[in-house]
């Protein structure tokens, strides 16, 4: 099984999180702001991981430490549970439609951090009870605490909430995708450098 408990506690926000990498998409999420707890649901959902995240955060400024701390927390306990990535296709990549919303979002599990997030909502600065520029910094905070290299790109969606919720669905396919052991190569790493 491959598990990782983390336990994250700063000035702005206290996590506790389990997550199993081969789980059934079960989940247990509370980070006292409904429209991120939604979009987590997703990610555990449409990726087959089993995710519980309760984060007490200061939630009376902003979402926003709760936010990115989450993503940290979520993206350290992904390469927690990776060890060292030995057999995993490393790589993951899909295009996602919602109703009338389309993103493309590609991963390579590489151990180096880049972003290129590619993603407007346009006249709508609100997701719920979220600011809408939040969906990148969990992203940004995902791929600190899992490096790697990250990219989105919406070619369609006029709704935002269809446009936030088709990201994290298409991160969460990819994410499946490349943390998934190849068969074949299951006691190979992924990578002629000899580590990633």
Known sequence: MRTAEIKRKTAETDITL???LDGEGTYD??????FFDHMLEQLSR?????????????????CHHTVEDCGIALG???????GDKRGIYRYGWAALPMDEALVLCAADLSGRV????DISFPGEYRLGDMDA??????FLGFAR????????????GENNHHVCECAFKA????????????PDRADKLPTTKGSL
Not at 49 to 60: E, P, Q, R, V, Y
């Open 29 to 34: 999420i509370d980070t006292g702001c409904g």
């Open 76 to 82: 350290t306990a992904f390469l927690q549970a990776l």
């Open 133 to 138: 520029e939040l969906v990148k910094e969990f």
């Open 46 to 62: 449409h990726g087959g991981f089993d995710i519980t995240l309760h984060c007490k955060g200061d939630i009376n400024v902003d």
């Open 18 to 20: 389990s997550l199993n």
């Open 114 to 117: 880049a972003v290129n997030f």
């Open 145 to 156: 605490g899992c490096p790697m290299a990250l990219h989105f790109k919406k070619l369609y």
């Open 171 to 182: 991160f969460a396919k990819v994410m499946a995708q490349a943390v998934k052991i190849d």
